[in-house]
């Protein structure tokens, strides 16, 4: 009896249990079939996402102009560039003549074309003086060009990819040449530049080869019409001549992988410049080089400093060295598009050896002896400058000048408020009023009236550039 009551009890529970059992079967058949579209979708969304990476990727390989990209400090783009085109297809004329970063259109090419960017830039200046007579003339900031408003610096700039380990550039300059003497000008055109860099160095190393404004300090390597006020400051002249230094040879340059940004540079060149060195020859070479570095303290600004030197001899085969030290300082707002402040300047120091004739009387015969004789100087000079841009299109600023002269003895000092107005990135109209105050020796061995002169300037700038045009370190 006990048996037969325990098989019912047995089958009971197990009929019971039957339909709970197949009810957790079909709740796991759910969640199976639910994580397989969890998972196909999730394999989907990968997919997806590989097949946009490898795009993005073939993009990027087919525009050998990123792997060119020189590795400079951050720069503040002058010219924003023009969006790139979602397919490589022929420019337009619209295209060619919109204002670009350089090396943009070789990106734009189509199979088969090289193309290169070109950029034209133009610059006048107007150079008004309280002295207007013709003694006062050598002392003006543009001497031939007193009382004149004349074309200084009419440029045709071309940047191209060579293939995706090299590029290169061509400038062509021309300007107003003015003969006070027989009151006539002409337009005198000349190569400016021409250099083809190798970028496809390892370690960090690039070359640049050909004729070059030198990286040396702050403001050499820029040219006329991208200086921060119209005139470019008196030691850079005084040293360099009104052209700067501009040589033809080779600078190495090494940005290392580290941490923090370090640019060095080593040049070897002809000596050409004739008012600091003058050699003009590889047998006694002008040696060039610099460290730079960058500092970012975010919300506090920017700073830039860094030392170059410049060795060679003279063209009466003296030696001649100039060291400079280079600080630049900019804080630009959060959300801010451009600088509220900068803050930069130079210090030159040369160490060199002149020619001096010396004069002496024979004293048996009483007769008049010349001879020449070695002096080391070593003249100095700095400037230094702040501006201010509260507004988009609206800035101003003053400079201060302080500078001797490499070839002769005199000293002269300066102050330079301006302001400059921006209709846009590619048109910019500046005014500016000068004071100089040149010492007697200085007027004297310029050419100027006897004893210590003052001369006060108006400059009048204006300025436009059409098409291409490169961005300036920081």
Known sequence: MHSWKAWGLLLGVSLAAGPAFAQDAETLRKELDQM????????????????????????????????????????????????????PST????????????????????????LFDIGVFGDFIGDFSDKSTPAFQPLATFPSQAQRVFAREIEIGVWGAVDPYARAYVIIEAGEEFDPTNRTSEFGVELAEAAGTITALPWGFQDKFGLMRNRFGFLNEYHDHDLPQPDRPAVLVNFFGQEGLT????????????????????GIFNGDNEVAFGSASFR?????????????????????????????????????????????YKLTPEGWSRPLLTVAGEFLQAWRSNLVTQTSIDPETGDLIERSVKQKTSPLGFYVYAQVQPFRRWLGGVRYDNSEYLQFAGRQWAVEPYIAFQPSDF??????????HFNAQASANLGGPTGAQNLSEVLLQATFLLGAHPSHPF
């Open 36 to 87: 397989k579209k969890q998972f196909e979708q999730l394999k989907g969304e990968y997919q997806k996402a590989i097949d946009q990476m490898s795009e993005r990727l073939n993009r990027v390989e087919s525009r050998p102009q990123q792997a060119i990209t020189q590795p400079v400090a951050p720069v503040i783009a002058q010219v924003p560039p023009a969006s790139a085109p979602a397919a």
């Open 247 to 266: 040589e033809t040879g080779n600078e190495l340059t090494w940005v290392p992988n580290l941490p923090f940004y370090l640019e060095g540079l080593f």
């Open 284 to 328: 006694s070479p002008l040696f060039t080089g610099r460290f730079r570095t960058f500092l970012d303290f975010d919300a506090f600004g920017a700073f830039l400093f860094g030392a170059s030197v410049a060795a060679g001899t003279t063209s009466q085969n003296l030696s001649n060295t100039i060291f400079n030290f280079e600080a630049k």
């Open 427 to 436: 048109l910019r109209f500046r005014l500016a009023y000068k004071y100089t």
């Open 91 to 114: 420019p337009s004329v619209g295209d060619l003549l919109r204002p670009r970063e350089p090396f943009s259109l070789y990106g734009a090419r189509g199979k088969g074309q090289i």
